[in-house]
C-alpha cells in the first residue's frame, strides 16, 4: 500500500524552463511534507518542505505547494538548470508515539534538464 | 562537520553469508533510521530508533534482518543469511527527535548478493 505517491518516474525540461513534479498522498494523518533530491552513488539530500497549515512555501528557484483537499503537492523549479538533473523523492511525515517522526518516501521522479 | 557516515560502501557476498551494515549518525542527533532502496519500491523504511531503542520495526521484511545500536554514535544492520533479493541500496538517516523533521542521509551501502 503506497501512501505516498509519485506517478512519474522521469520528466525531461529544457534548461530555462519550468520543472514541475508532482506527488500524492493517501494518508490524512501527515502534517508535513519533504522534498529531497538525491544524485547517482549519494544519498538523498534535503530540498524544501511544507507544513499541512501552508499552501506554499518558496525558497529561491524553489516553490512546493500544497492542496489538502486534493492530497497533492508539486514542486516547481523555475528556472531549470542542467545542475538539476537528478531523482526527486517525496516524502509525508507521521509523528510517532515513541517520539520523532516518521517519513514516507515516494518512488522518486528522474529529472533530466537537457541544455 | 562530518555527515551521516556509513561502511562499507560496496559490499559483493555469496548468497546465505552474513553481512553487516554499519553507520555513525551525526553527533547529537538522536533518532537514527535505516532505509533500503530498490527500483520498484523506492525508499523504504525498516527500522527507525530514538535514544537507541528501536521504536518501529515493522519495515524489517523478516527475521533475517535484525539491528542494532549500542550506543548513540554507532548502528549496524544485519543480514543473516542473506539472499539475492536483498540486493540494493541500504541508507542510514539520523535527525534530531524533536522539532524537526529534516533527516540528514548517509552515501548508503549498495549491496550485491550473487
Known amino acids: 500500500d503506497q501512501q505516498v505517491k509519485q506517478n512519474s518516474p522521469s520528466l525531461s525540461v529544457q534548461e530555462g524552463r519550468i520543472s514541475i513534479l508532482n506527488c500524492d498522498y493517501t494518508?490524512?494523518?501527515?502534517?508535513?511534507f519533504l522534498w529531497y533530491k538525491k544524485y547517482p552513488a549519494e544519498g538523498p539530500t534535503f530540498l524544501i518542505s511544507?507544513?499541512?497549515?501552508?499552501d506554499k512555501n518558496e525558497d529561491g528557484r524553489f516553490t512546493v505547494f500544497l492542496n489538502k483537499s486534493a492530497k497533492h503537492l508539486s514542486l516547481h523549479i523555475v528556472p531549470s538548470q542542467p545542475g538539476d538533473s537528478a531523482v526527486y523523492f517525496c516524502a509525508a511525515s507521521a509523528r510517532l508515539t515513541g517520539g520523532g517522526n516518521k517519513l514516507t518516501f515516494g518512488t522518486g521522479t528522474q529529472l533530466k534538464v537537457e541544455l | 562537520d562530518a555527515g551521516v557516515i556509513q561502511s562499507p560502501r560496496h559490499e559483493v557476498t555469496e548468497m546465505g553469508q552474513e553481512v553487516t551494515l554499519r553507520c555513525k549518525p551525526i553527533?547529537?542527533?538522536?533518532?537514527l533510521f535505516w532505509y533500503r532502496q530498490t527500483m520498484m519500491r523506492g525508499l523504504e523504511l525498516l527500522i527507525y530508533?530514538?535514544?537507541?531503542?528501536?521504536?518501529?520495526d515493522s519495515g524489517m521484511p523478516e527475521d533475517r534482518f535484525s539491528a542494532k545500536m549500542p550506543n548513540a554514535s554507532f548502528s549496524t544492520l544485519k543480514i543473516q543469511p542473506s539472499e539475492p533479493r536483498d540486493s540494493a541500496v541500504y541508507f542510514c538517516?539520523?535527525?534530531?527527535?524533536?522539532?524537526?523533521?529534516?533527516?540528514?542521509f548517509g552515501p548508503g551501502t549498495r549491496l550485491t548478493v550473487t
Open positions: 553527533s547529537g542527533h538522536n533518532s
Open positions: 530508533f530514538n535514544n537507541n531503542v528501536p521504536i518501529d
Open positions: 538517516a539520523s535527525s534530531i527527535s524533536r522539532g524537526s523533521y529534516e533527516q540528514y
Open positions: 511544507i507544513s499541512s497549515i501552508k
Open positions: 494518508n490524512s494523518m501527515f502534517d508535513y
